[in-house]
């Protein structure tokens, strides 16, 4: 089954500097995407990463505060900007794949971020 | 935008009891999902529906996609202890692989010995 990874795990980071978040996919997928997911809350879609071209933001997000990579099939990257406390969630990879006899969405641990 | 709500927001069972949730839209859905989320971790998906009407079980989960297409059902039966966490729906209006999901609110389990 594929598997989806991310790095790191959880960080801590002070208010005004930036976090970049790996994604790695053990197969080529041509869907990725990234939520958010604050505290107690559920899963917001932040934007669709495309291999090739630039990312499909959702509304109330922009890529100045989260630009996003996405070098080849296998992986991507999401990077939170200028960060506040605001910004504290766990940020969610997601990709459609086939696993477990579906094609589906799947989703990564996570990595949870704390903004001092 | 699209809402899911779920109901209910949480609950507290005894294990060995049946466990009831349930998802509802304002608009319809051609692809439901139901995941599961263990604190610290991404969600795992329990089951995919993609036909109105569908009833489908994975174990002792079974769910169901509405005939309306605005609501779905999850029916936990015989309740355990790793069956605590929070459970999401999941919506998917078009079949296409580009077509987003929308979460749910999600249901929080909770069992007791």
């Known amino acids: 089954s594929a598997v989806i990874s991310q790095k790191p795990s959880r960080d801590i980071c002070q208010r005004g500097t930036s976090l970049t978040i790996q994604c790695q996919v053990d197969s080529q997928v041509t869907m990725m995407f990234w939520y958010r997911q604050q505290p107690g809350q559920s899963l917001t879609l932040i934007a669709t990463?495309?291999?090739?071209?630039?990312?499909?933001?959702e509304s109330g997000f922009v890529i100045d505060k989260f630009p996003i990579s996405r070098p080849n099939l296998t992986f991507s990257t999401l990077t939170v900007s200028n960060m506040s406390p605001e910004d504290s969630s766990i940020y969610l990879c997601?990709?459609?794949?086939?696993?477990?006899?579906?094609?589906?969405?799947?989703f990564g641990p996570g990595t949870r971020l704390t903004v001092l | 935008g699209q809402q899911l709500n779920q109901s209910p927001q949480s609950m507290f069972i005894q294990e060995g009891e049946d466990v009831s949730m349930n998802c509802t839209s304002s608009?319809?859905?051609?692809?439901w999902l139901w995941y599961k989320q263990d604190p610290g971790e991404g969600p795992v998906l329990l089951i995919a529906l993609y036909k109105a009407g569908e009833l489908t079980s994975n174990g002792r989960l079974t769910a169901q996609f509405g005939i309306t297409r605005k609501d779905s059902f999850l029916n936990i039966s015989a309740s355990i202890p790793s069956d605590v966490g929070i459970y999401f729906c999941?919506?998917?209006?078009?079949?296409?692989?580009?077509?987003?999901?929308?979460f749910g609110t999600g249901t929080r389990l909770q069992v007791t010995l």
């Open positions: 608009s319809i859905f051609n692809t």
């Open positions: 990463a495309n291999q090739g071209s630039e990312a499909t933001y």
């Open positions: 999941a919506g998917r209006e078009n079949t296409g692989t580009a077509s987003k999901l929308t």
């Open positions: 997601s990709a459609r794949l086939r696993r477990e006899g579906w094609v589906e969405q799947f």
